[in-house]
Structures are given as structure tokens and as C-alpha cells.
């Protein structure tokens, strides 16, 4: 035994962390040793391998496999390079294996060109929709991929309502996935879109969770403008989507309460005073039925038809949330989802300017050469410009989002609140149908 305290082993030996950066030779490309927090998205991704080109990823993208940002007059923008299709989910059917033990819902998807033929033809079970959304969440860590709907308990998920809700839910996964023009070229998305062959789907997933360019590595496939970009622009880029991404979950969240709240009013406040409106009138018409003059019978039978009336509307307020308040709160919901990638970029982005500004300063004190600043430099403007692409993406698709959404929802609204005045019009006809003394 060498010493008690350490049950028989020698003492530890813990060495101080310098502060101060250290330079080292890797072929032809200068390393510095990163001081970023460990834990931090920039360090976790591969931040640092990226900007010193540690690992030489960039010498391995081939043109056909590059994302490519284009200067416009809207600000740098995604290149599309494919022609854009579509995906139909359509006709689920229950399905089972291991000789019906267990069972599952799998849904076929259709993938369409712009002229509508079919380019491809597939049965997909939601275990492979989530294995998709793992592998683009690991890829595009630094894209907006939308999350995917969330598992459902055992308990009712071959019931005809879910099965329609979550068949609606992928529909619209898809489609936005479908219109991302990086995302929708990708090796991955294309072979859960058209991979039939058991043996061939199993080592394309094997393929695919061995790829090489996730995380920050996927920045090595963008290709962008050779103009620099001011300092003044990067910040001003970086302030914007900082105060847009706090703004835009402030108010997503103040939507969502509201749509909860008028959910909530239509089942049971305004339901019930209809409802109760109702019941008023028909006990005065149960008290007015003592009395047994012809007219007084008229008014009656005028006053039942009003209380059926209003119990009516009082059950046509409890039915309308599902027509228009319930999709637009399942459509902020997504985009609350959305939201959620968007801190990570805010992170990475300020890391990585960070990270060039310490280099610049190397160079002033000699620990680095100008010319490895200058590639630092560089990789952080292909960051920039990558951001920047997808935020304007991301702020064209949202507002077209928008603008259907609300359409649609001001649609179902008007022609609920146009079903009430035709009943009110016309139980005031029954009343005035009635004749007077006078």
C-alpha cells in the first residue's frame, strides 16, 4: 500500500490550465488551443475544428454536395439547386411484425415533381419519421429543422381522430422540410424518401449516422460571395436575430395563451350563457304556458323557438374551437418549436466572432501569422453568411406561414359569425309574425 487516503494508489497529478494560448504546427496549418467553454454549443459542435481547419474537411466537399449562398437584392440567400417537389402523406394502415406482436401505424408517402409525376412511392412508420429528424437536428444543427410531432402514449393511437391529426402533423413536417432548398437535397432525406429495399434502407442509415460533415463541420460545405462583410454588418446581423428570436418567443407565447384562453371561453363561458340564455327563456315560456289566449300561446311557442335558438348557438360556440382556434394554436406551436434552434445559432455566431477577434489580436502579438488570422477570418464570414441565408429563409417561409394561416383563420371565423344572425333574423320574425291589439 503506497498510501491510505488513495486506497494503494500514488497521488494524482493535476496540472495547472494556462491562459495563455499555445501555437503548434500541423502540416501547414497553425493550431491554437481553444479557451472556449467546453459545454458551450460553439465547443460541442466542433466550432474550434472548423475555424483552425483542424481537421481538413474542407478538402473533401466536392462541388455536388455544396450549399451555396447567393448575394441578392433581399440579402445573402440560399442557392436552389434542384427543381422543388412535394410529398403527399396519405392512406395509414396498420401494420405489425414479429408475427403480430407488435403492431404499428405506417403511412405512405408520395413524392411529386412541379408537374405532378411521381417520382417516388414509400411506406414509412413514425420510428422512421424520428430517426429522419435525429439525423437533420445532427446535420443542419445550425438550421431551422422543425420538430417533429411528439410521440403518442399506447392509449388511443389507432383511433381514427389521431391517426387523421397526426397524418395532418407529418403532412405539414414534410412540407416544410420539402421546401428548405439545403435540406431537401440531402443524401439523408432522399433515402427515406425513396429507399424501398430493406437491406439498402439499414446501410443507408448506417451511411448516414456515420456522416462526416454535422455540426459545425457542415459550415466546410458552404460555399459563399468572396466579398468581406463590415464588422458593423456582422453585428448589426447579430443584435437583429438576437432581438428578433427573444420578441418573436414573447410573442408566439402570448398567442398561445390567447388561443388557450378563447379555447376555454368558447367550450365553457360563452357556451354556457348561451346555453343559460336559453333556459330563461323557456322557463318565461313554461310561465307564460298558464295562460291560454291565442296570443299569448303565440308568444310562447315564440319564446321556446328563441331558447332553442340560443342553445344552439351556445353549442355551435363549443364546437368551433376545432375549426379554426385549435389549428392556429397547433400552428404556434410549431413555430414555438421552430424558435428552439435558433438560440444555438445566436451562440455559435457570437463564439465564432469572438473567436476571430482573438485571433486578429494574436497576430498583433505574435503568436499567430497574419496569413493563419486571415483563414480564421475567412471560415467566420462563411458562418456569417450561412446565418444569414437562413434567417432570410426562415423570414420568408414565416411570413407566407402567416399569411395562410391567418387567412385561414379568419376565414372560419367570419363564416362561424355569420351562422348567427340568420337565427337571430329569424326567431324575430316568429315575433313579429304575431299580431297586436292595437
Known sequence: ??????????????????????????????????????FSVFSRTGGDAYLMDNENKSDKVSDAFSAVVVETSEGPQWKQTVRPYSCVVKCPRKDSKFRGIKTFMT?????????????????????????????????????????????QIVVGRYENAFIQQRMGQLQQWLDRICKHPIICVSDVLKHFLFCR???????????????YFVGAAFFSMVKCPH????????EEFHDNINNFARNMEESIKMSEQTMQEMNKKYKTAFRRQFIHMGKSLDALAKTFAFYRGERSQELT????????????????????PKLDIKPYAEFLKHYEGLLMSLPDMI?????TTSKDEDCRL?????????????????????????????????HKVKTEDFK??????????????KQIPPKLEEALTVYQSIGTYM
Open 301 to 320: 311557442a315564440a319564446m321556446r323557438h328563441t331558447s332553442r335558438m340560443y342553445t344552439t348557438v351556445g353549442h355551435l360556440f363549443a364546437a368551433q
Open 1 to 38: 500500500m503506497r498510501g491510505q487516503g488513495n486506497f494503494g494508489l500514488s497521488n494524482p497529478k493535476r496540472g495547472t490550465l494556462r491562459r495563455t494560448s499555445s501555437v503548434m504546427r500541423s502540416g501547414s496549418v497553425r493550431k491554437i488551443k481553444s479557451l472556449t467553454n467546453k
Open 107 to 151: 403511412y405512405q408517402i408520395t413524392t411529386l415533381n412541379p408537374d405532378g409525376d411521381v417520382l417516388g412511392d414509400v411506406r414509412r412508420r413514425y420510428k422512421q419519421f424520428w430517426w429522419l429528424y435525429e439525423r437533420l437536428a445532427v446535420k443542419y444543427k445550425f438550421l431551422c429543422v422543425p420538430p417533429l410531432p411528439v410521440r
Open 347 to 351: 451562440s455559435f455566431h457570437k463564439d
Open 362 to 394: 494574436e497576430v498583433k502579438d505574435g503568436r499567430i501569422t497574419s496569413q493563419n488570422a486571415d483563414q480564421v477570418h475567412r471560415r467566420a464570414q462563411v458562418v456569417t453568411y450561412a446565418l444569414m441565408a437562413e434567417m432570410n429563409h426562415f
Open 227 to 234: 466579398d468581406d462583410l463590415q464588422t458593423f454588418a456582422v
Open 404 to 417: 395562410r394561416s391567418l387567412e385561414i383563420f379568419l376565414q372560419n371565423q367570419i363564416a362561424f359569425f
Open 197 to 211: 429495399d430493406l437491406n439498402l434502407w439499414k446501410s443507408g442509415k448506417r451511411r448516414a449516422e456515420k456522416d
